[in-house]
């Protein structure tokens, strides 16, 4: 179905979902819902309560705690037999609610769905719940939405969406509403199909549902998660080996030791039977056990600490026993958050420092504070950039506990600079109010808005006086600038200040940095209306910024304790290999001139073996993958005798 999907023409996607520009009907979408079932994530059929009990109580370790406490109290020994039957019981229940604790974090995480979806029924819009999503409903969506089944769009205006969740692009991707024919693509290759689990960053459009509930993209990963063989830890084949050593060796004492005091010593047979159960009761480590459950207990605390949840106690113990750690880079080993790190301006290069939306950082050239003039230009793209934005950055608050940003992350970072530029764009827009806006548009590249300018000190014909601020690519808006801002004012733009920007827009994007480009006009009075044509022009070029979703502080640490401990990382990614790659090279994952970055399509085409051998090469990142291939690519390293585990989505 999703081949048909992707390639049809926008109107025909109605026709292969039954579907009608007015939506479906109340009566065929209550039908639908019938066959297909809710727009809900199944769960596996949840391990009885009695049998979680039980399970604590009848493992190897505490079967043999089991019997030694019998045999010591019909030895006589009471006083040890209960003490071993409350070794059981406090350890069976102090396991039981660490992960009873666990689980019910994990259920609380696991509510990605929204709940409510706006469609249109029967040629009426309204708002339904998620879980009643069916094929062939046509949903609206719109900037902050999150998106509630996979469906194909029929109608756009500017759409961006955040697939980061799904995955791993570090910045919102543009999408489209005309059919792509084309034969392979991944997932993350299809810009005419949103999914579930991913958000509307700005735009909106139409599209029609193709796939609800465990159909969908994230219903897949769910069933494959589901579908994986849960397997004992090595720790417990360990303590399932140990506690049947331990047995066969105390019964063998016990019977030696019974039939030596039978025969040799001539003891009574009542006599040499409780000698031979001492020796067995004595043979088993009680202590064992609690010490065990104790140790696990410690570090499954002080991962706690660190931000992550373990379900089973056991699974601390399988994190010593790793040998490649599969990440994902976006929010794993970057902050998911964009961030500014280079502006240009004035034929200088500031540095940035800071990462993330808290905005605390400086401001450096050549490893020097700014001086005036370098300050001033600063200040005159933060100004561009903060007008020319529709996000908005929020403080800490009660319902959050850092820094976050409304909108575009894009354009949120720029807010971030603003702010530790000393920049109060709130205040600003008081007296620099919006007057009009020419939206982003894919084929301009650029947005342009139009706000009032105080007329104090300004020689302008009467009326209110406005100006544009437009950002957008490096090359399209230079493209349409004539003069060139600097400190001293505006002058002509000459060729080799086109070729010494450019240059430098290069040098950024080889680096994968995301670059934008700054620039104003003088728009003279108000006027009711303003076209494209006659605002986007005579430009004068303010500066670039360049910016990426930066790696988290801990992360090369953390690879440098893996490498020293032999543990092997490997990045398997739904981004760009260029970015990737340039992440990769920044955190020390990789080093050598010669990086092996496989996509998706080329996994695809791989054989098994294939794969297999490419899990050799050294310095290896895949890019451009969907979660399938994340699955496969883990499942070829335990063929290859790894223990593997996989961090991030």
Known sequence: MQ????????????????????????????SRLEKHGPNVLKQKPPVPLWRKVLSQFTHTLALLLWAAGAFAIV????????????????????????????????????????????VLRGGEEMEVEADLLVPGDLVLLEAGNSVSADARLVEVVEMRVDNSALTGESEPQNRRAEAIDVD?????????????????????????????????EIGKIAGMTQGVKEEKSPLQLQLATTSRVIAAIAVSLGLVFFFLGYFLVHLPSSSAFIFAIG???????????PTVSLALAMGTQRMAGRHALIKKLSSVETLGSTTVICTDKTGTLTTNEMTVRQLWVNGDEIRVSGAGYEPAGDFQSGGR?????????VAQLVRVASFCNNSRLRPPGPDRDKWTILGDPTEGALLVAARKAGFDYEAELETHSRWYELPFDSHRKMMTTINRVPPEGRKIAPGIPVEAFVKGAPGEVLGLCTRIWEPDGVRPISEADRERILRQYDTYARNALRVLAFATRDMGERRKHYEVEDTERDLVFVGLAAMLDPPRNEVADALAKCRSAGIRVIMITGDYGITAESIARQIGMVSGPDVRVVSGVELDGMSDEDLEALLGSPDLIFARVSPEHKMRVALALKARGETVAMTGD
């Open 3 to 30: 081949r048909a999907i992707h390639s049809s023409e926008e109107r025909q996607v109605f026709t292969l979902l039954d579907s009608s520009p007015e939506g479906l009907s109340p009566e065929e979408a209550a």
């Open 279 to 289: 020796l067995i009761v004595a043979n088993v480590p009680e202590g064992l056990l």
């Open 369 to 377: 504070e700014l001086d005036e003039r370098q300050r001033l230009a």
């Open 184 to 216: 392979r693509v991944s997932l993350a290759d299809l810009p005419n199909l949103v999914f579930a689990g991913s958000s509307v960053a700005s735009g909106s459009g139409k599209a029609v549902v193709y796939a609800t509930g465990m159909e969908t």
């Open 75 to 118: 030895s006589g020994q009471l006083p040890l037999g209960v003490a071993c039957f409350l070794v059981i019981l406090i350890n069976a229940a102090f396991s039981f609610w660490q992960e009873f604790k666990a689980e019910r974090a994990v259920e609380s995480l696991a509510k990605i769905l929204p709940r409510m979806a706006r």
